[in-house]
């Protein structure tokens, strides 16, 4: 479904990508811990097709038709309304026209921003934001998801609403990626772990029977004492 | 470091025998009937121009193939072409005027040479413009490499609306800056000259791309001592929110 | 059923050119929803032209010698002010991030582009344009249909070129100086036939006079518009 062989990418002298190779089946969740600066980014643009890596390569099933994509920034129009925002993004991503409206319905429902539909977007707030750039990644049903740090900025209640629609996401085959500095925040949906550090993956597995404590230690231990993730965060 | 001392040394022996050539020019060729001594100005004024225009063309080839083999290479070349570039066209917007204001009888004039060669140094201006507003290296050769291909297409352009420009204006002077036959002494001196410019052209590039390898040695060295520098603390990137 | 060859083909330019629209459509709509960049521009656009009377004697140059270049300078401002913005649209919350994610062609994205941009730029020319008539009074109403064939190719040359340099410099320091310095080299030829054309219809001679500037214009045109579409993936691409 999604699989990666051999990345690398460097900016500068900065190794973002170093030889990484995973491949995800559907129904698989990875989450990916990292401290700033361990290139989770760069791997998810890659898998997104935004970054040529300077070796190796990354597949996704499906193209980037097939991937839905929430990251620090919502990708929607301040000056547009939620629903006009929606209607241009399914546009871009095929969805027939007679069944956008329908859709964009049925997305904000599900996303309880059903009342915002007529509002412009510079308007709401950023919970609201995010759940509308969740809704707008939604609209052309994907099957590969990918999340680079979808909680930053998010209080408590609305970062538990995230987790809460990302583990009903999870179902019907999808794929998702998620990156994330906070070794507490998502580690109950992995069902794959991946530890990334300057680069490469220091950890990679399945996640089996492991407690998200035993895995939020090892990864303290594995990625070094240097406040890593922790609480800071959010 | 070899490359630019190489390069300094390649300038030396081009502005030598530029001397040799302003020599010959002076002691040795005949002066031109109707324009006096002021003409051998042209000496110094055709060969820049045609090196002006080469290094353009340099420039956008230099960045097709980057576009293609995204070699760091040749966006070292073209940024030194494009130096080598502007110098020249700096020397032909200098010495026509110069040369014009005896014959002419006015400092400038829109002839195609010259307005060719002033939109040259425009475009070498913006392009090394870009490339200091662009501090990311891959994506400043990237930007280069498209400016540089567009100015090349745009080369042709300038020399048509050039040309037909001036038909319907003609010269303030009857004679044209560029003689189309030259007697025998005066073809030597200029094709002389040409091969000098030729030797600048490549002792400058020398020089500047040696001067950008020795740069980015710099930057390198310096980005492994700061991550040395940083790894002792352990963790490397501190994971707290930037 | 699997496409034959030439109907995936077709396929691929019914997209592009369908997603090419949708943007335009949204680049519009923006741009009605806000109305301060079109007003702004088109007020600009007044303010040239009023400062043009200004710089001019009347009793020592006839007007209609003028007139060709004032017009040109001012259409070559507005165009310059219409594609300052063009990129700009998309760098609020990344949108452009999110329209490269998108299964779009970076084709499709130039040509939307292109295409919101010669909108904006001909609403603005429409205002400009009678008010050119109006403050030099100027005899357009005969050459009217030429004229504005002559408008429409220069306009097309300078927003080919122009689409393509406003998004690279977007990612530079100084943007909106970095357009027009980058930008006006390459405007010189087509503004030289537009400016040669314009003079001789205003002059009264039948436009087969200036066919070698209509066919340089066409050529810029065509010669452009191929290299921008080339060259646009690589300014937005990594």
Request: hydrophobic residues 55%; charged residues 15%; positive net charge.
């Given at each position: 479904?999604?699989?990666?062989?051999?990345?690398r990418h460097a900016f500068?002298?900065v190794m973002a990508l170093d030889?990484?190779?995973?491949?995800?089946?559907?129904?698989?969740?990875?989450?990916?811990?990292?401290?700033?600066g361990a290139g989770k980014t760069t791997l998810?643009?890659v898998?997104?097709?935004?970054i040529?890596?300077?070796?190796?390569?990354?597949?996704?099933?499906?193209?980037?038709?097939?991937?839905?994509?929430?990251?620090?920034?919502?990708?929607?129009?301040?000056?547009?309304?939620?629903?006009?925002?929606?209607?241009?993004?399914?546009?871009?991503?095929?969805?027939?026209?007679?069944?956008?409206?329908?859709?964009?319905?049925?997305?904000?429902?599900?996303?309880?921003?059903?009342?915002?539909?007529?509002?412009?977007?510079?308007?709401?707030?950023?919970?609201?934001?995010?759940?509308?750039?969740?809704?707008?990644?939604?609209?052309?049903?994907?099957?590969?998801?990918?999340?680079?740090?979808?909680?930053?900025?998010?209080?408590?209640?609305?970062?538990?609403?995230?987790?809460?629609?990302?583990?009903?996401?999870?179902?019907?085959?999808?794929?998702?990626?998620?990156?994330?500095?906070?070794?507490?925040?998502?580690?109950?949906?992995?069902?794959?772990?991946?530890?990334?550090?300057r680069g490469?993956?220091?950890?990679?597995?399945?996640?089996?029977?492991?407690?998200?404590?035993?895995?939020?230690?090892?990864?303290?231990?594995?990625?070094?004492?240097?406040?890593?993730?922790?609480?800071?965060?959010? | 470091?070899?490359?630019?001392?190489?390069?300094?040394?390649?300038?030396?022996?081009?502005?030598?025998?530029?001397?040799?050539?302003?020599?010959?020019?002076?002691?040795?060729?005949?002066?031109?009937?109707?324009?006096?001594?002021?003409?051998?100005?042209?000496?110094?004024?055709?060969?820049?121009?045609?090196?002006?225009?080469?290094?353009?063309?340099?420039?956008?080839?230099?960045?097709?193939?980057?576009?293609?083999?995204?070699?760091?290479?040749?966006?070292?070349?073209?940024?030194?072409?494009?130096?080598?570039?502007?110098?020249?066209?700096?020397?032909?917007?200098?010495?026509?005027?110069?040369?014009?204001?005896?014959?002419?009888?006015?400092?400038?004039?829109?002839?195609?040479?010259?307005?060719?060669?002033?939109?040259?140094?425009?475009?070498?201006?913006?392009?090394?413009?870009?490339?200091?507003?662009?501090?990311?290296?891959?994506?400043?050769?990237?930007?280069?490499?498209?400016?540089?291909?567009?100015?090349?297409?745009?080369?042709?352009?300038?020399?048509?609306?050039?040309?037909?420009?001036?038909?319907?204006?003609?010269?303030?002077?009857?004679?044209?800056?560029?003689?189309?036959?030259?007697?025998?002494?005066?073809?030597?001196?200029?094709?002389?000259?040409?091969?000098?410019?030729?030797?600048?052209?490549?002792?400058?590039?020398?020089?500047?791309?040696?001067?950008?390898?020795?740069?980015?040695?710099?930057?390198?060295?310096?980005?492994?001592?700061?991550?040395?520098?940083?790894?002792?603390?352990?963790?490397?990137?501190?994971?707290?929110?930037? | 059923?699997?496409?034959?060859?030439?109907?995936?083909?077709?396929?691929?330019?019914?997209?592009?050119?369908?997603?090419?629209?949708?943007?335009?459509?949204?680049?519009?709509?923006?741009?009605?929803?806000?109305?301060?960049?079109?007003?702004?521009?088109?007020?600009?656009?007044?303010?040239?032209?009023?400062?043009?009377?200004?710089?001019?004697?009347?009793?020592?140059?006839?007007?209609?010698?003028?007139?060709?270049?004032?017009?040109?300078?001012?259409?070559?401002?507005?165009?310059?002010?219409?594609?300052?913005?063009?990129?700009?649209?998309?760098?609020?919350?990344?949108?452009?991030?999110?329209?490269?994610?998108?299964?779009?062609?970076?084709?499709?994205?130039?040509?939307?582009?292109?295409?919101?941009?010669?909108?904006?730029?001909?609403?603005?020319?429409?205002?400009?344009?009678?008010?050119?008539?109006?403050?030099?009074?100027?005899?357009?109403?005969?050459?009217?249909?030429?004229?504005?064939?002559?408008?429409?190719?220069?306009?097309?040359?300078?927003?080919?070129?122009?689409?393509?340099?406003?998004?690279?410099?977007?990612?530079?320091?100084?943007?909106?100086?970095?357009?027009?310095?980058?930008?006006?080299?390459?405007?010189?030829?087509?503004?030289?036939?537009?400016?040669?054309?314009?003079?001789?219809?205003?002059?009264?001679?039948?436009?087969?006079?200036?066919?070698?500037?209509?066919?340089?214009?066409?050529?810029?045109?065509?010669?452009?518009?191929?290299?921008?579409?080339?060259?646009?993936?690589?300014?937005?691409?990594?």
């Amino acid at each position: 479904m999604l699989r990666a062989d051999g990345l690398r990418h460097a900016f500068g002298h900065v190794m973002a990508l170093d030889d990484i190779s995973f491949s995800l089946a559907p129904g698989r969740t990875l989450v990916i811990f990292g401290p700033n600066g361990a290139g989770k980014t760069t791997l998810l643009k890659v898998l997104a097709g935004l970054i040529r890596p300077q070796a190796g390569c990354a597949t996704v099933a499906g193209g980037r038709g097939a991937i839905g994509w929430i990251g620090h920034q919502s990708h929607l129009y301040g000056h547009l309304t939620v629903t006009e925002n929606l209607l241009f993004w399914a546009a871009l991503y095929d969805v027939p026209a007679e069944r956008r409206r329908a859709r964009a319905a049925e997305v904000m429902r599900r996303l309880a921003i059903a009342d915002q539909a007529d509002r412009r977007v510079w308007a709401l707030s950023r919970g609201l934001a995010q759940r509308a750039a969740i809704a707008k990644a939604l609209m052309h049903d994907p099957q590969v998801l990918l999340l680079d740090e979808p909680f930053t900025g998010l209080d408590l209640a609305a970062a538990g609403e995230v987790r809460a629609l990302l583990a009903q996401l999870r179902g019907a085959g999808r794929v998702v990626v998620l990156a994330t500095h906070n070794i507490d925040e998502g580690i109950e949906l992995a069902t794959d772990v991946a530890f990334q550090r300057r680069g490469r993956f220091v950890h990679f597995a399945p996640r089996g029977a492991h407690e998200s404590a035993e895995i939020a230690e090892a990864y303290r231990r594995a990625v070094g004492a240097g406040g890593a993730g922790g609480t800071a965060g959010g | 470091m070899r490359l630019a001392r190489a390069g300094r040394w390649v300038t030396l022996v081009g502005l030598v025998l530029m001397a040799g050539v302003y020599l010959r020019a002076l002691a040795f060729t005949p002066i031109e009937r109707s324009q006096g001594p002021a003409q051998k100005i042209f000496y110094l004024h055709m060969p820049a121009a045609v090196w002006a225009e080469l290094a353009m063309v340099l420039v956008g080839l230099a960045g097709v193939f980057y576009l293609f083999l995204k070699d760091p290479r040749l966006d070292r070349f073209a940024a030194a072409s494009a130096e080598a570039g502007t110098v020249f066209a700096a020397i032909v917007l200098t010495t026509g005027p110069i040369w014009g204001k005896p014959i002419w009888g006015t400092w400038w004039s829109w002839d195609a040479r010259l307005t060719l060669t002033l939109l040259l140094f425009f475009l070498y201006m913006g392009y090394l413009l870009l490339r200091s507003a662009t501090p990311d290296p891959a994506l400043r050769a990237r930007y280069s490499a498209v400016l540089g291909i567009c100015g090349l297409v745009l080369v042709p352009f300038i020399h048509l609306s050039t040309v037909m420009f001036r038909t319907l204006h003609p010269a303030p002077i009857v004679l044209k800056p560029s003689q189309p036959s030259l007697p025998g002494s005066m073809l030597i001196t200029l094709l002389f000259s040409f091969g000098v410019f030729t030797l600048l052209y490549i002792g400058f590039v020398m020089q500047r791309y040696g001067l950008s390898l020795l740069r980015e040695e710099l930057g390198e060295r310096a980005a492994a001592v700061a991550r040395g520098r940083g790894g002792g603390g352990g963790g490397g990137d501190g994971g707290d929110d930037a | 059923m699997p496409l034959g060859r030439g109907e995936r083909g077709g396929r691929l330019v019914g997209d592009t050119l369908r997603h090419a629209w949708t943007i335009a459509r949204k680049d519009l709509l923006l741009e009605f929803r806000t109305r301060t960049a079109v007003l702004s521009a088109v007020v600009f656009t007044a303010l040239v032209l009023t400062v043009f009377n200004f710089g001019r004697d009347p009793t020592a140059v006839a007007t209609i010698d003028l007139a060709p270049s004032i017009l040109w300078v001012t259409f070559s401002f507005a165009a310059i002010l219409a594609l300052n913005r063009a990129f700009q649209l998309e760098l609020e919350n990344e949108a452009l991030e999110g329209l490269l994610v998108s299964p779009i062609s970076r084709t499709s994205l130039y040509l939307g582009k292109l295409v919101a941009n010669l909108m904006f730029v001909a609403v603005v020319e429409c205002v400009a344009l009678p008010l050119f008539v109006l403050f030099f009074d100027v005899p357009i109403w005969p050459v009217l249909a030429p004229l504005v064939a002559v408008i429409a190719l220069a306009t097309v040359g300078f927003v080919a070129v122009g689409t393509l340099f406003s998004a690279m410099v977007i990612r530079t320091r100084f943007a909106e100086l970095m357009l027009p310095v980058l930008l006006l080299p390459f405007f010189i030829p087509p503004l030289t036939g537009a400016v040669q054309a314009t003079a001789r219809l205003l002059d009264g001679r039948p436009l087969s006079e200036a066919a070698g500037w209509l066919r340089l214009l066409a050529a810029y045109d065509v010669a452009f518009l191929v290299l921008a579409t080339l060259l646009f993936p690589h300014t937005v691409d990594e």
